[in-house]
Every structure is written in structure tokens, then in C-alpha cells.
């Protein structure tokens, strides 16, 4: 069994996007968490703020270092995940769950052609561990 969800599109940055209709959740995969060890700060955009695709839309601080996030599909920003200015260590505790960064509305759902499925991240973090 993967321990990435198979509901969910991955980006080369090693975020996630989860789909709901026009709308979609954000958050950093598992792989992202380990590598950044302990988050201490997510800095993340205000409601109604515009993105376009790769656009950098926060950062995520841990004790090793500071590192941009970048949104995988153009969107409006509609929710924040309001726990994680208190509690930004649910980023390592549930990357794929309570850990989620943004809730969006999308603006296409063409880029997702370009994200990568589960079995296709897999093998993408096979090779860059190589």
C-alpha cells in the first residue's frame, strides 16, 4: 500500500492537490515534511488572493530551513488553514490530512495534465533519491 493518497494529484515540488468539484485543497507530501524536519512557521496568503500556476504563494519554516511553496494550478484563494498558526507542526503530524495548507477555487483544471498521479510520484521520488 502507497503512504500517498491515490485521490490526489503531485507536483514536482512535492505538493499535493486534492480536487472537490471547481475547488481544491493544498498541502506538501509527506516526502516534503520528512526532508524539512520540525516546522516551526507556515506563512500563507490572504482569502481571495490570485495565483497562477508555479506561482510561490507562501513559505514553510522549520528548523533546518526556510522554503517557498508554490501552488501547483491557478487559483483564488478561498480558505487558509487557520490551525497552523497555531500548531504548524500539523504539518508533520497529518501532511495529508489536518496538515493541509489552502483551499482554492481553481481556475482551469487543465494543469493538472502536467501533475503526477501516485504510482508516477513514486517512481519520481525513486529517482531523485538515486
Same mark, same amino acid.
Given at each position: 500500500?502507497?503512504?500517498?493518497?491515490?485521490?490526489?494529484?503531485?507536483?514536482?515540488?512535492?505538493?499535493?492537490?486534492?480536487?472537490?468539484?471547481?475547488?481544491?485543497?493544498?498541502?506538501?507530501?509527506?516526502?516534503?515534511?520528512?526532508? =524539512?524536519?520540525?516546522?516551526?512557521?507556515?506563512?500563507?496568503?490572504?482569502?481571495?488572493?490570485?495565483?497562477?500556476?508555479?506561482?510561490?504563494?507562501?513559505?514553510?519554516?522549520?528548523?533546518?530551513?526556510?522554503?517557498?511553496?508554490?501552488?501547483?494550478?491557478?487559483?483564488?484563494?478561498?480558505?487558509?488553514?487557520?490551525? =497552523?498558526?497555531?500548531?504548524?507542526?500539523?504539518?508533520?503530524?497529518?501532511?495529508?490530512?489536518?496538515?493541509?495548507?489552502?483551499?482554492?477555487?481553481?481556475?482551469?483544471?487543465?494543469?493538472?495534465?502536467?501533475?503526477?498521479?501516485?504510482?508516477?510520484?513514486?517512481?519520481?521520488?525513486?529517482?531523485?533519491?538515486?
Amino acid at each position: 500500500m502507497s503512504a500517498y493518497p491515490d485521490d490526489r494529484y503531485y507536483s514536482l515540488s512535492h505538493e499535493w492537490v486534492r480536487v472537490e468539484g471547481d475547488n481544491a485543497t493544498i498541502g506538501i507530501t509527506d516526502h516534503a515534511q520528512k526532508e =524539512l524536519g520540525e516546522v516551526v512557521m507556515v506563512n500563507l496568503p490572504g482569502v481571495g488572493d490570485l495565483f497562477d500556476a508555479d506561482q510561490e504563494f507562501g513559505t514553510i519554516e522549520s528548523v533546518k530551513a526556510v522554503s517557498e511553496l508554490f501552488l501547483p494550478v491557478a487559483g483564488e484563494i478561498l480558505e487558509v488553514n487557520a490551525t =497552523l498558526a497555531e500548531e504548524p507542526n500539523a504539518v508533520n503530524e497529518d501532511p495529508h490530512g489536518d496538515g493541509w495548507l489552502v483551499r482554492i477555487k481553481m481556475a482551469s483544471d487543465v494543469e493538472l495534465e502536467g501533475l503526477m498521479k501516485v504510482a508516477d510520484y513514486e517512481k519520481f521520488l525513486e529517482e531523485e533519491a538515486k
